[in-house]
């Protein structure tokens, strides 16, 4: 860069001045060329020309989706304690599971039904863990506050350790893009995790339905405000007990409703 | 094991340039799905150093990581007779560009019109040349910026872009 070039210093002089680097002084210098020089200006011009057009035509589209999901899950701690390969990771923040053909669900296949898949999904993932839960407590007034404060919905509690579902504590699923509570109640050395969906994610039917995807049961119901879909290990009659016993005491108030 | 304070700091850093990053592997591997690798191994680089690093200009700092994570990645998965910025048939590319003094504005805005056009030229910049121009007119980085994430001096970025925009000059001129 030290040999003298004066023709090739005006050419740097002139892209920095392009590029908006130049210091004051030399800005000013550069002007009082540019209007003695019409050569010089017409090298700004094609200077000018070239930029725009690689402005224009040479930003490519935004970065996928798929890889935005995955550069945010590597960052967040519990997807690294789970040891998740990091495309799993990248699905499951995308509200997809990959894996062998969809068993049917509910009688709709898992590309039918994103909602069923995020479920089971976290499901598996937390069973992987060494801790099924982001906020660990057998005391609803503990769960409760937490899962309100992680996620946009109202959360019902019920207590059934007298019916033989103690609470073990709740964590943030999540469907699509949205975070949805989940409440983990233990059944002997089993989990049930019961996820709280907002309507639209959640089907609106009343009735309660059963189905099962990859090996796990699942359960679906919904009330006036929201749907419900509980997922577990035990066997299908067994949730289906729960989910009663669960819809039971909602309905008598036995949760806090809000 | 990573702390919470490098995962704070890679949350901060990382995601919000994540477009940028793209653009960049983009242009420096020239494959879209390769480009998502680049960028999903860079970001693991990038939250590993932060635990001891320290950033000062965040998206250089990244951007610099993507850049050396597609230089590796491409002396692995591509062949040897690709040149990529640094070596030497590039750099003796750089040298042989023209200033294109000659080359008249009016002779190159049929051309810059044509995206198609302007794209296949990018292209087919010797890659130093290109990286200096993508990280300046794409990425929108300062000098001082594009030298911290090219490890090179200032004088070269400059030199570069110079000769970066006069050989796109050349190959957009319509000659009548």
Redesign the interface.
């Known amino acids: 860069?030290s040999d003298s070039n004066p023709?090739?210093d005006r050419?740097?002089r002139?892209?920095?001045a392009l590029?908006d680097?130049l210091d004051a002084a030399h800005r000013i210098d550069l002007e009082r060329e540019l209007e003695r020089d019409p050569?010089l200006r017409?090298?700004l011009?094609?200077?000018?020309?070239?930029?725009?057009?690689?402005?224009?035509?040479?930003?490519?589209e935004?970065?996928?989706a798929?890889?935005?999901n995955?550069?945010?899950a590597?960052?967040?701690?519990k997807v690294?304690r789970w040891r998740l390969p990091?495309s799993l990771a990248a699905c499951v923040a995308a509200g997809i599971v990959i894996g062998a053909a969809a068993q049917a669900l509910l009688s709709a296949s898992r590309a039918a039904d994103p909602v069923a898949a995020a479920v089971v999904a976290d499901f598996a993932r937390a069973e992987l863990s060494d801790q099924p839960f982001q906020v660990a407590s057998s005391d609803r007034h503990t769960v409760k506050p937490w899962l309100v404060a992680h996620a946009p919905l109202g959360v019902e509690v019920a207590d059934l350790a007298d019916k033989g579902y103690p609470l073990a504590g709740g964590r943030i699923a999540v469907v699509g893009a949205t975070p949805v509570p989940t409440l983990v109640y233990q059944r002997r050395e089993h989990w049930i995790a019961l996820t709280e969906l907002p309507l639209p994610l959640g089907d609106g039917a009343l009735e309660t339905r059963q189905g099962s995807l990859d090996g796990f049961h699942l359960v679906r119901w919904a009330d006036r405000e929201r749907a419900y879909v509980a997922v577990s290990d035990i066997d299908a009659d067994e949730l289906a007990a729960f989910a009663a016993a669960f819809r039971a005491a909602a309905a008598a108030g036995g949760g806090e409703a809000r | 094991m990573?702390s919470?304070a490098a995962?704070r700091r890679?949350?901060a850093i990382?995601?919000p340039h994540?477009?940028d990053?793209?653009?960049l592997a983009?242009?420096l591997s020239g494959d879209?799905a390769d480009a998502?690798d680049i960028?999903?191994d860079a970001?693991?680089r990038a939250?590993n150093a932060l635990e001891s690093a320290n950033v000062e200009r965040p998206r250089a700092w990244f951007l610099r990581i993507v850049r050396n994570t597609a230089l590796t990645w491409m002396a692995k998965n591509r062949s040897k007779s690709l040149a990529f910025a640094g070596d030497a048939d590039d750099l003796a590319a750089i040298e042989a560009v023209d200033?294109?003094?000659d080359?008249?504005?009016e002779a190159?805005?049929i051309?810059?019109?044509d995206?198609e056009r302007?794209?296949r030229a990018?292209a087919a910049l010797p890659a130093a040349l290109r990286e200096a121009?993508?990280l300046?007119?794409?990425n929108g980085l300062?000098?001082r910026e594009i030298a911290e994430a090219t490890e090179t001096?200032i004088?070269?970025v400059?030199?570069r872009?110079?000769r970066g925009?006069?050989a796109?000059?050349k190959m957009?001129e319509d000659k009548r």
Do not use: F, K
């Open positions: 860069m023709r090739r050419h740097l002139l892209n920095a590029d680097e050569q017409a090298s011009r094609r200077l000018s020309v070239v930029r725009e057009a690689v402005r224009r035509h040479g930003a490519p935004a970065a996928p798929t890889l935005r995955a550069v945010a590597i960052g967040r701690p690294n990091l | 990573i919470d995962r890679y949350q990382v995601p994540v477009d990053a793209y653009a983009r242009w879209p998502e960028v999903q970001a693991l939250l200033l294109a003094d080359v008249s504005p190159i805005l051309a810059a019109e995206g302007v794209r990018l121009l993508v300046r007119e794409i300062a000098y001096p004088g070269t400059m030199s872009l110079a925009r006069a796109l000059a957009l």
